[in-house]
């Protein structure tokens, strides 16, 4: 029982940043019906800043607020100078395009910070507390629950009781019936980017520090991970993504533990597949599927 | 994008190795060749002695030796490897500009491959058959390795001092021209397991290791020199799972003293990490391909010191920390000269040491050096290398460093103790002699 109970909590604690992170995939395909693949390439890229920042000031809060503005601004650019451009007479467009990014924010990385894994302090403590006999949960995991609910409670406010929300959301569903009704949606679009790469430059902040280390590469992993939560929880639910990250987090660590640590890649694949030969729209998605 | 990390083994099944049918083919082909080139030489040479023009030999002329090597110098696995490449490029950088090996500079050719064996396969063909490289050195990796495995030996390319400690590049009949470099990791773990016993003779031992061939062969050696059911509990980790909470958990729970580690740095750091974490503080004695002090303190951060002291590990080459070896002092100043900038730490001399030993077997070639007297030159055993244990080099034996020696981390030092071990039966037996002196200045004379 223990050991479940161990289990279980270590795997809330990771699936609650898979969560963050797919909310950003989440945001991007309903902006703009794109999986964004240079998403994990873009967090990795603004975590460096935060990174950078945190070591000159020795302040982390000032790290993390980088790392946020940081993603709000590479957000904006990549929609601007390149997925703008990118022709959507064809999905494959914006997936190729969106590789193409991951390939050179990556060598780049690699050009300006080297290749080296970087350690990353975290501003509370990772060492479990005891709970009545079971250590499982740090002050660290906990500092992420909060980060992770705040995020979630504010982008449910930002979409359902903001005028903004509703304009991201009308540009997001008909984006020329929108524009005939006065709403800007190409600058909905570009907002829909920033604020998702905004939410995936928070996340990887989170869990690079509980994975090997800063590294151009260190989201590679986490980005399949999330990418699974995402389709598992339904691509357009923003709930669905949390609920998802926390279930695929607790059913890897299950599988890790009782199964082995070799199971859980195929674990992953085999849930994806299960989702999307039985569900395809994700376990969470209410409305039925838009054609928008 | 998602690769394992570590010059891990592929053992090569027969089934993977070049089909017979193939080499009789080769074989036939290669005596009509044979006989077509004696002919043509009976009526060209009137009775001249056979002279070795530079010009006939690929990668070689008057005054250069051409080499090549793969390297990942991106992605993944750039984090841990990227700068061995440079470090020997600095060590022939060294050689070249103090005359060169008989009067030969040595040109390196390094080529990306990512660690991808799809990549390594096109940047091989290209040193081989586009820049015709004299031998490929050092190529790194045994997923990309075993990938050109065939190819090399088909095409009678050197392929010297692999960089992986698998045992699958000692197979002379099958692959002549291939020869190992590392000490395999079935050696290692004897090593390591004859340590720990004599250290610590009523510990729970325990393994925790990569889920394919390193992990297995580092098993098969534990067990054969502890006994067959001597290990308390052993976890395996998947390299696309950083989160090996569960492992360790169960590794505290079966009540494990000491753990043997047969993981790459990335994860010996997070084995050791994760258990810290749990307030769980046992000993660690971990394969030389996860047991790097310098990389592991990359990751551990400002902790490093405290979670390593007592961190038990292996090697074979000389150690960065001993300022008062002639090769560390040597290899320190040629990296300040040559790779200026760069960390002088275990893959640094890793490097070097793979410079040398080409260099060496290069002198022991000859004044008109081809492809059969260097390979010549290893099997006659003269080729000695700067470890603390000989070579395996002979006709029968492609074998790398026949053992190593105990590395133990203290106040933050990684440093050797005890006496060198080599590979013997079962267990290994301490190994006395001396190492071969270093040469004026580090280059073979």
């Known amino acids: 029982m223990d050991r479940f109970l161990f289990l279980t909590v270590d795997g809330l604690a990771r699936g609650a940043v898979l969560a963050a992170f797919a909310l950003s995939l989440v945001i991007i395909w309903r902006a703009a019906r794109i999986v964004n693949f240079a998403q994990g390439a873009m967090a990795v890229a603004t975590t460096y800043i935060a990174f950078t920042v945190t070591s000159a000031t020795g302040n982390y809060w000032l790290g993390l607020a980088s790392a946020v503005v940081a993603g709000l601004v590479l957000g904006a650019l990549v929609e601007r100078t390149v997925m703008r451009f990118v022709g959507n007479t064809n999905p494959l467009n914006s997936v190729i395009a969106g590789l193409g990014l991951l390939l050179v924010i990556q060598a780049a990385l690699g050009m300006i910070f080297g290749n080296g894994y970087r350690a990353m302090a975290t501003p509370f403590s990772s060492t479990p507390i005891s709970v009545g006999g079971v250590s499982a949960v740090s002050p660290y995991d906990l500092f992420i629950f909060i980060c992770v609910g705040l995020m979630v409670v504010g982008l449910a406010l930002l979409f359902t009781k903001t005028s903004l929300g509703l304009r991201l959301r009308a540009s997001a569903f008909a984006p020329d019936l929108a524009r005939l009704l006065g709403v800007r949606s190409s600058r909905m679009l570009t907002l829909g980017w920033a604020l998702s790469s905004a939410v995936g430059a928070l996340a990887a902040l989170l869990i690079i520090p509980t994975e090997l280390g800063l590294n151009p590469h260190a989201v590679d992993t986490v980005f399949v991970y999330a990418f699974t939560v995402a389709v598992v929880g339904g691509l357009d639910s923003a709930g669905g993504a949390v609920a998802g990250g926390l279930a695929v987090g607790v059913v890897l660590s299950w599988v890790s533990g009782y199964l082995g640590a070799t199971l859980t890649p195929i674990a992953v694949l085999v849930l994806l597949l299960a989702v999307l030969l039985l569900r395809p729209a994700g376990l969470f998605s209410m409305t039925k599927e838009r054609t928008a | ?445």
């Not at chain 2, 079935?186 to 290791?209: H, N």
């Not at chain 2, 310098?294 to 000389?318: M, Q, R």
């Not at chain 2, 730490?345 to 040491?353: A, E, K, P, R, V």
Request: hydrophobic share 35%; net charge negative.
């Open chain 2, 1 to 445: 994008m998602i690769v394992s990390q570590h010059p891990g083994p592929v053992r090569s099944t027969p089934a993977q190795r070049r089909p017979a049918a193939n080499k009789r083919r080769h074989s036939v082909l290669a005596a009509a060749v044979t006989a077509a080139a004696l002919t043509l030489a009976a009526c060209g040479s009137s009775g001249e002695g056979t002279s070795t023009a530079a010009e006939d030999v690929p990668g070689i002329t008057d005054s250069t030796v051409t080499v090549g090597t793969h390297q990942p110098l991106t992605g993944p696995a750039a984090a841990g490897y990227a700068s061995i490449s440079p470090a020997t490029k600095a060590y022939f950088d060294h050689v070249n500009a103090n005359g060169g090996i008989h009067g030969r500079t040595i040109e390196y050719t390094v080529k990306d491959d990512g660690y991808n064996p799809a990549n390594t396969q096109s940047v091989v063909r290209e040193m081989v058959l586009q820049d015709e490289v004299f031998a490929v050195v050092g190529g790194l990796g045994t997923p990309p390795h075993s990938s050109v495995l065939d190819f090399l030996n088909d095409n009678e390319v050197p392929d010297l001092f692999v960089a992986s400690g698998s045992p699958t590049w000692n197979q002379p009949e099958n692959y002549p021209y291939t020869y190992g470099f590392m000490q395999d990791y079935d050696t290692e773990a004897k090593g390591l397991a004859a340590y720990v016993q004599e250290e610590f003779p009523d510990a729970t031992y325990c393994l925790f290791g990569q889920d394919d061939d390193f992990g297995a062969d580092f098993k098969t050696g534990l067990e054969s020199a502890l006994g067959s059911d001597s290990l308390a509990s052993t976890q395996v980790y998947s390299t696309t799972n950083t989160d090996v909470a569960a492992q360790i958990s169960d590794l505290q729970a079966a009540g494990c003293d000491v753990n043997f580690l047969a993981s790459i740095n990335g994860f010996t750091a997070q084995a050791i990490g994760t258990a810290a974490k749990l307030g769980y503080m046992p000993r660690w004695a971990a394969s030389s391909a996860g047991g790097d002090y310098n990389t592991l303190s990359s990751y551990l951060g400002e902790n490093t010191d405290a979670l390593l002291e007592g961190f038990i590990s292996s090697n074979y080459l000389p150690a960065n920390t001993d300022t008062d070896d002639e090769w560390t002092a040597k290899f320190k100043e040629i990296n300040e000269e040559y790779n200026p900038g760069a960390a002088f730490d275990g893959n640094t001399i890793f490097g070097m040491s793979i410079g040398y030993l080409f260099a060496e077997a290069l002198h022991e070639a000859g004044e008109n050096p081809t492809r059969e007297s260097l390979l010549e030159a290893l099997e006659s055993g003269d080729v000695q290398g700067n470890g603390h244990v000989p070579l395996g080099f002979s006709a029968d034996s492609h074998a790398g460093y026949t053992g190593g020696m105990i590395t133990l981390v203290s106040d933050g030092v990684q440093a050797y103790t005890g006496s060198p071990y080599s590979a013997d039966g079962d267990s290994v037996s301490a190994y006395t002699e001396d190492r071969p002196a270093m040469p004026e200045n580090g280059i073979p004379q």
